[in-house]
């Protein structure tokens, strides 16, 4: 897919989207895709790793990988009289990682560090949880990703490499380029590119187990030497291609998902105050999808705040949202929008996303009037439907309240 850079912009963009996220671990692999994809960007055959930082800093590029759990992606940016090279540096991490036993080691330490941030800081453990309560074993999204201590030690460097053949070289693969260079020029380029490798059939998609995951609707987990409590709410929701997305994006807008003006910023934080932060965030993937409202308290507020934010989830579902509070909300969204196509990179990123859940071209063109459309009651039936408090679990993390 090739994209117009905004007018005037120096820099370029491109980048492969594989079906390579952590989905696709092998039952004892896990963490293989993040390896894999990590370990893509560090050297390749034709430069090993200080030659690579030395190229990329000659041309003040960037080369940077990114996995979740349906796809990863590779993606090098820099200015734009320097595309050629920037497209020649992709290709080599597309097609000649060069894996080599030393980066194996180093990156595997790497997720090995991670892992144990995981564990320790509330934040992150507290995501790490509440995904498992919301899914079953063997669901994709029940995984950060990182694996475990156990499933680490099993990546060998041959395992890293053949699920780059058969993960990144795939004809379901997809590359988005974002230019002002004239876009025949570029796809030449792109084309004479990936003539050098073979691309493989898509890898089958993950089975996507059916039944809930059997949890208690909380759970609180203590960690001590930490000051702060993190608390999450959340549940399972649709995937991206579902009619109820935007009602949902909207509900997670007023909830929690824009800065100062939602629900949980006013209410939890300002209002009450009892949270260092409050917000929400919808994930909606191509196979599925999940909500969570969070917020950071003190230790004495650790039921306060898990029960404010279950009470304006279940708000969304049995209340319709004031005309005047959509409209703000809405409107602040869509507001938004126009900083989004300022720069190369954010527009990139949204040419992306078009091209990953293979949206029509003139999606975003045609988002203002779509989203204007939608009412406060599609918003209400759509949260009730998606976010039904029955799946909706709670998790907290951090240190146990003082006793009195």
């Known amino acids: 897919m090739l994209q117009a850079a905004p007018a005037g912009a120096p820099s370029f963009s491109a980048t492969l989207i594989a079906p390579a996220g952590w989905g696709y671990d092998p039952p004892g692999a896990e963490g293989l895709a993040a390896l894999a994809s990590r370990l893509s960007v560090q050297s390749t055959d034709r430069h ?51 894996f080599a036993e030393a980066e194996v080691a180093r990156v595997r330490q790497q997720l090995r560090e991670r892992q144990l941030r995981e564990a320790a800081q509330p934040d992150l453990r507290s995501r790490r949880e509440l995904l498992g309560d919301l899914f079953p074993r063997g669901h994709p999204y029940r995984s950060t990703g990182l694996g475990r201590a156990s499933s680490l030690r099993r990546l060998t460097r041959d395992a890293v490499r053949r699920f780059h053949r058969d993960h990144f070289l795939s004809r379901s693969s997809a590359i988005v380029v974002t230019s002002s260079v004239p876009p025949p020029a570029v796809r030449r380029r792109v084309d004479r590119i990936l003539s050098d490798g073979s691309l493989r059939a898509p890898p089958a998609d993950p089975p996507l187990p059916e039944r809930p995951a059997s949890s208690p609707d909380r759970r609180d987990i203590v960690i001590a030497g930490q000051s702060q409590v993190e608390v999450r709410v959340g549940g399972p929701s649709v995937p991206r291609s579902d009619a109820r997305y935007l009602p ?79 409209g703000r909300i809405r409107e602040s969204l869509l507001a938004s929008m126009p900083l989004a196509l300022e720069t190369t990179a954010d ?12 949206l029509p071209t003139d999606y975003y063109l045609t988002w203002p ?36």
Not at 69 to 98: M, N
Not at 303 to 312: I, P
Not at 347 to 358: F, I, S
């Open 48 to 98: 090993p790793r200080k030659e690579l930082a030395r190229l990329l800093d000659r041309y003040s590029a960037t080369l940077t990988s990114h996995t979740d759990p349906e796809s990863a992606e590779v993606t090098v940016w820099g200015p734009q009289d320097a595309w050629e090279p920037l497209l020649e540096l992709l290709a080599d991490a597309i097609l000649r990682p060069a």
């Open 248 to 326: 949902l994006l909207l509900a997670n807008e007023v909830l929690g998902g824009r800065p100062l003006l939602s629900r949980l910023f006013q209410g939890i934080r300002e209002r009450m105050g009892l949270a260092y932060h409050a917000s929400s965030e919808l994930e909606a993937m191509r196979w599925g999808g999940y909500w969570q409202a969070r917020a950071g308290t003190h230790p004495s507020s650790r039921d306060r705040v898990a029960n404010a934010l279950r009470a304006e989830v279940r708000r969304l579902s049995d209340e319709s949202i004031p005309s005047s509070e959509l």
């Open 347 to 358: 527009v990139h990123e949204l040419a992306a996303e078009v091209a990953y859940y293979r």
């Open 369 to 404: 009037e779509r989203l204007r459309a939608v009412r406060p009651r599609e918003i209400r039936d759509a949260a009730a439907a998606a976010w039904s408090p029955a799946r909706m679990r709670t998790v907290t993390v951090g240190p146990a309240p003082a006793r009195g």
